[in-house]
């Protein structure tokens, strides 16, 4: 049977890390990051998690500033919010939660972020930073799933990585970070030709695509390292769960080692959003940065500037 990896407590590890590096950059700089968590309409779902990441700034000794503004906000004052956040020394990180009202242009209000305060890493300049591998801040999913898949195997360079999914929040974004983790990167999606096949190829595979139980156990490899980044709601009631893209049943008799839903990567998402805050506030006061399981951001086999053939 697969291990199954404990987002739960990585994550909870993660914000002691953070906590820590908050509380010395308190007494060594007199600097307290602060996290702004904008949320325009009243889906309970959203407001849970808007709620779940302004407890946990507060724990790790972070100032969290919550705006809830009503479904009917305009897009100029939900700007003018995000123009006055950005002028604000007390945030160093601004989040708008998504998905936004039909009526608001979410390319506008991503555009509007100061990029050096874009803790979710959505702004063009930080999706550009690392398409070419540089220095910005990354979305905190892709993040939390580089820290997860490190966690267990150490070292990712030289593995294959198969990710299943391209949407901008997590598969683009995931695949940049593991190429930086020098992986060979495989992306499947779905109008990839028999992806199965694809992802059995995987000594790492990712699924994030928001289709419950899509990957079954003929879809990996022996050994594999799964990570499964879906959650989507099903059921009524009492029988109202949450479950992954992994059919976990079969899959767990597969693989090497898996996250589960819930407990897996959803957790540390939001330990990486803190992990993002602290970066932005010492980047923002000139500090040096505690350096993550990541590592440090410097290119390496960078793209060159010039064509090689002219
Ligand atoms: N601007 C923006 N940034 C986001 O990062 C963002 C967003 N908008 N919109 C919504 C999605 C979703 N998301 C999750 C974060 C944590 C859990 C999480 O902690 N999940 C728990 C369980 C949660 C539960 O029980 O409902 C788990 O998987 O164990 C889930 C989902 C961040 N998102
Ligand atoms: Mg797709």
Redesign the pocket.
């Known amino acids: 049977m697969a291990l199954l990896i404990d987002?739960?407590a990585q994550a909870r590890a993660l914000r002691a890390t953070v906590a820590d590096a908050v509380r010395r950059l308190g007494t060594h700089q007199g600097l307290v990051p602060g996290l702004a968590v904008v949320l325009v309409g009243d889906d309970p779902?959203?407001q849970?998690?808007v709620r779940?990441k302004g407890e946990h700034a507060r724990e790790v000794g972070m100032r969290s500033f919550e705006h809830a503004l009503p479904a009917a906000t305009s897009q100029a004052t939900l700007l003018e919010r995000i123009a006055r956040l950005n002028r604000d020394p007390e945030v160093h990180g601004i989040?708008?939660?998504?998905?936004l009202p039909a009526h608001i242009d979410p390319e506008a209000i991503i555009h509007a972020i100061d990029p050096a305060k874009d803790v979710?890493g959505?702004h063009p300049l930080n999706v550009g930073a690392l398409a070419v591998g540089g220095e910005g801040l990354a979305p905190?999913?892709p993040l939390g799933c580089i820290r997860l898949l490190e966690s267990h195997l150490g070292e990712l360079t030289g593995k294959h990585a198969v990710v299943l999914g391209r949407s901008r929040?997590v598969g683009r974004p995931l695949a940049s970070l593991l190429l930086k983790k020098d992986c060979t990167v495989t992306v499947a999606h779905s109008r990839t030709p028999n992806p199965a096949k694809i992802c059995r190829q995987g000594d790492i595979l990712v699924a994030a695509v928001g289709q419950p139980g899509l990957v079954q156990g003929d879809w990996v490899k022996a050994g594999a390292t799964v990570i499964d980044v879906g959650?989507t709601r099903l059921g009524e009631g009492d029988s109202r769960r949450?479950v992954g893209d992994v059919d976990a049943a079969c899959v767990s008799r597969v693989a090497g080692a898996l996250t589960p839903?819930?407990?897996?990567?959803?957790?540390m998402?939001?330990a990486c959003?803190l992990h993002n805050t602290l970066i932005a506030a010492c980047r923002q006061h000139g500090l040096p940065e505690p350096d993550g399981a990541t590592g440090p951001m410097a290119p390496r086999d960078g793209l060159p500037l010039t064509h090689p053939h002219g």
């Open positions: 987002g739960k779902a959203s849970v998690y779940r989040l708008v939660q998504l998905p979710d959505f905190c999913t929040i959650i949450l839903v819930p407990g897996g990567v959803g957790p998402t939001i959003l």
